[in-house]
């Protein structure tokens, strides 16, 4: 086989360019013939869920996935706009064969991407994305094995706008947080929450201000979400908030904001959750699932409590295989996508923000209380925008200045370089326990990169110094 199409998390690139709708129109049949393939005689036609985040080219890649997979036989239903979370669970709870969603998450704009899902609500495996891949190759050098049936063997497409209301009142039932008297402010970033969770909050109880709930798809992300957290930050102060949820464009994430306007990250909304569990002898395995990039805070506070974390490279896969093959419930990543595999099958935001705010309400504590049960580490996280990830990091000089930084940190400080899964970057993560050491490495290595051949620091936090 040749080129990978899926990274890290599902097919993405820039939209009408290395995602095109011709891809998108061969990977949906590709997957829509498996799906087909294990139809027992008799049987129903099997269906594949549809949906999207807001952005722009979303209804162009849609309409490729829905004629890639009813050209194979297998109705398509479109669900229109929903979190990457609600069409998990629901082609977990429909009877669905699969499930397609059509969002590049936390990226730009421009880019997009897909994501499926299988009958279990679980993405797809490392060797079914393999074989799609293998089918999508031999379609492009001209050879395509897939059925075309015809007349009445040609899939339907059908709209289903109301099942959205269904994956709200399960997220209601499984965390029935009261949340009257609690002011909070919801970032929606302009995505695929932007009108589910201000409902959802509000049914609770809860005072809600939402923010960037526009469905335009031109601003997606931009200046917002959870990638942007110190916006909800600065509305939190502004409104006199008890707290702020931060999500991104397909609502897999959520960043928190305390009633003081102090950014809350996934780290410390896992160390939050885990050692409520852990007082209430509700974690299974005594850990929780986190990747390299977790800051070693985390770990210090589990440990401390009689807990533990296992670490995995980046990804929420990863996560995800990690807490299955140990038996755990609780896993993520700092960028807040965290997942309760006791209620959903990937990362959720909105389920992520009731789980915070049930934490509060029972232990009666602020935010500001809570994240300080963690204590962050100083650490740098650098993201370079590179013309191509392949070979860079496999550079003399790169690879000199990687290993003078580990050796100068020592036991007591990390380093770790990686391309983006989903991204044209590099990151780059140092942790230590002396800022200035922090910082100077996190340059230095930031400069070797940008040497190497890089365009440029696009984003950069420095936390815990």
């Given amino acids: 086989m040749g080129r990978r199409l899926f990274g890290t998390d599902g097919v993405r690139g820039v939209a009408n ?167 909070l402010v919801l970032d929606c970033a302009n995505g695929a929450a932007h009108r589910l969770a201000p409902r959802l909050f509000a049914a609770l109880g809860a005072e809600v201000r939402a923010i960037h709930t526009g469905d335009s798809g031109e601003d997606i992300n931009v200046s917002c979400g959870s990638t942007h957290p110190e916006v909800v930050a600065e509305e939190v102060r502004r409104f006199g908030a008890d707290a702020g949820l931060s999500f991104d464009g397909d609502a897999d994430r959520c960043i928190a904001a305390d009633e003081r306007g102090n950014v809350v990250d996934g780290d410390q909304l896992l160390t939050i959750c885990a050692l409520d569990r852990i007082r209430r002898g509700k974690l299974p395995g005594g850990a929780v699932a986190c990747t390299v990039y977790s800051n070693g805070g985390l770990r210090e506070a589990l440990r401390a409590a009689g807990g533990d974390v296992i670490v995995t490279p980046p990804g929420d896969r990863h996560v995800l295989e990690a807490m299955r093959t140990h038996g755990l419930v609780l896993g993520g990543e700092q960028s807040g996508h965290l997942i309760f595999l006791e209620h959903s099958r990937t990362g959720d935001g909105m389920l992520t923000g009731l789980m915070l705010l049930d934490v509060m309400r029972r232990q009666e504590e602020p935010l500001s209380h809570l994240a300080a049960q963690m204590r962050r580490l100083p650490q740098a996280l650098v993201n370079v925008r590179v ?19 580990r050796e100068a940190l020592g036991d007591a400080g990390r380093v770790y370089v990686r391309p983006s899964g989903t991204e044209p970057l590099i990151r780059v993560m140092v942790e230590a326990s002396d800022p200035a050491l922090v910082d100077e490495w996190a340059r230095r290595v930031v400069a070797a990169l940008e040497h190497a051949g890089s365009e440029g620091v696009v984003a950069q936090s420095v936390s815990g110094s």
């Fill in 17 to 183: 360019q290395e995602l095109s709708p011709l891809l998108a129109f061969r990977l949906a049949r590709a997957a829509g013939a498996l799906v087909a393939g294990r139809r027992e005689g008799g049987r129903e036609r099997p269906f594949v869920l549809v949906a999207s985040d807001t952005r722009v080219s979303s209804g162009m890649l849609d309409a490729a996935v829905t004629a890639g997979l009813t050209s194979v036989g297998v109705d398509a239903v479109r669900l229109g706009i929903l979190p990457t979370p609600g069409l998990s669970w629901l082609t977990h709870h429909t009877g669905a064969a699969a499930g397609v969603m059509i969002s590049a998450s936390h990226n730009p704009v421009e880019d997009n991407g897909i994501k499926i899902f299988g009958p279990d609500g679980y993405k797809l495996s490392d060797d079914l994305e393999r074989h799609l891949e293998d089918v999508v190759e031999r379609m492009e050098q001209g050879e395509d094995p897939l059925p075309r049936p015809t007349g009445r063997d040609v899939g339907r497409v059908r709209t289903e706008a109301g099942w959205a209301d269904r994956y709200l009142e399960y997220l209601a039932e499984r965390v029935p947080v009261d949340l009257s008297g609690m002011r």
């Fill in 387 to 405: 013309a191509r990830k392949e070979g860079v990091l496999d550079r003399a000089e790169v690879q000199e200045v990687i290993a003078r930084a």
